[in-house]
C-alpha cells in the first residue's frame, strides 16, 4: 500500500480490498488524517462490507425510529415514502439499504420524485448530522457515473485548531452551539422532499447542541464548526455569537486547510465528520447526471472505546435517551401534521 501526501487530504493505493489489514488500516487513516482520496474501484456491495468491519452503519435517529416502527402514524408516512425513494438504487442488492443514499439529481422516471439527496446547484459547507453531538463517523462518496467536471471541496479543522492563539482556543474548548432548523439554505431550489430528509438528518429538533471542541476517533482535535442552521452559542447573544461564528470562519476557512476533489468516476473519497467540513462548489446541472453513493458508518469496531455512539443526545443543555428525543420530535411531527 502507497501513502501519497495531498494539501489536506491523503491518497493511499494499492489497496486490497479483501485484506482485513488492509482495509483496516484505510479506516484507521480517515480518523488520523480525516480526509482520504481511493482512487481504485470496488463495487457498492464490496465497499458496503468494507465499512461493516469498521463499525455499525450510522443513520438519523428519528429515520431508524421510523424504519423500526417505533415512532408511526399517517404523519411520518410521507416520510417514509421519501426515505424509500432516497435508498431504492439500493433495495435489489442490499438486505440493510436504508444507511446508504444516493447523492444525485435525477428522478424517478413514474412518479419525478428525486431520487438523490441534493439539487443540482452548490453546496454550502456542512457535515452529516451537525447538530448531533455524538458522531464519530465516516461518509464516503463514491463515485459511479456523471462526475466528471464536478467537484468536492474539503475542510479538515485539525491543524487550523492547533494553531488557533491561546484566547481563541480556549474559547472553542469551552463553547456548545445552538442550532435551529434554517429550511435548508445550505443549497438552493431544495424539493420539499429532500428538504424533509435533510431536516430530520441536520437539525430534527429546535435546541439541538453540539461543543464547538470535538475530536476523531483516534483522538485528533478540531473544531465541529456550525456551519448552517446555527442559532447561537449557548451563553452568548445572538449578535456575540454571530460575530464569533465569523472570526472563526476567518481562521479556518484558509486554503492551506482545504483540499479540492477534481471528481473521476469510480474514485472514493472518505471522510471524518467530526471535525471536517465539505462543500460542492460547482453546479453540476449541465452535462451527465452526476451521481455517487454516499455511506455512512461509525468506527466501533476499530476504535471500541471512542468510535461508538452515544446513547444521549445534547438539547437545551440536557441529556436525553434516545427514546426521550424521539418523543419530542414525534409531538412536534404531529403537531404540524395536525395544522
Known sequence: ?????????????????NNITDTSILGRTCATDCVVLVKDSVPEEQLQSMMNTWGQPSRELIHTY??????TGRHWRNHLVNLSYITKPFKDRFKENVHYSRVSFDRDERTNKPLGLFTSGELDWHSDQQANYESQRV???MSLYGTKNSQTTFLCTAEAYDKLNHDDKSAVDQLVSVYKWDDG??????????????R???????GMESPLKDKTAAGVEGIKFPSHSFS???????????????HLWEKINKPEYVYTHNWEDGQIM??????????????????????LTRMVTYLDKLYPKT????????????DLTHDEFAGLIDVQKQKEYNA
Not at 447561537?232 to 465569523?246: C, D, I, M, P, V
Request: charged share 25%.
Open 1 to 17: 500500500m502507497e501513502v501519497k501526501q495531498l494539501n489536506n487530504a491523503v491518497e493511499l493505493s494499492g489497496i486490497d480490498f
Open 66 to 71: 421510523i424504519l423500526e416502527k417505533k415512532v
Open 139 to 141: 461518509i464516503a462518496l
Open 185 to 198: 439554505t445550505m443549497c438552493d431550489d431544495l424539493d420539499a422532499e429532500q428538504k424533509q430528509i435533510i
Open 200 to 206: 430530520y438528518n441536520q437539525v430534527a429538533l429546535d
Open 232 to 246: 447561537h452559542f449557548r451563553g452568548l447573544t445572538t449578535a456575540q455569537s454571530k460575530q464569533y461564528k465569523e
Open 270 to 291: 472518505f471522510m471524518d465528520q467530526n471535525i471536517t467540513l465539505h462543500a460542492r462548489p460547482t453546479n453540476v446541472q449541465q452535462g451527465n447526471k452526476r451521481t
Open 307 to 318: 468510535g461508538k455512539p452515544k446513547d444521549t443526545v445534547l438539547w437545551m443543555n440536557s
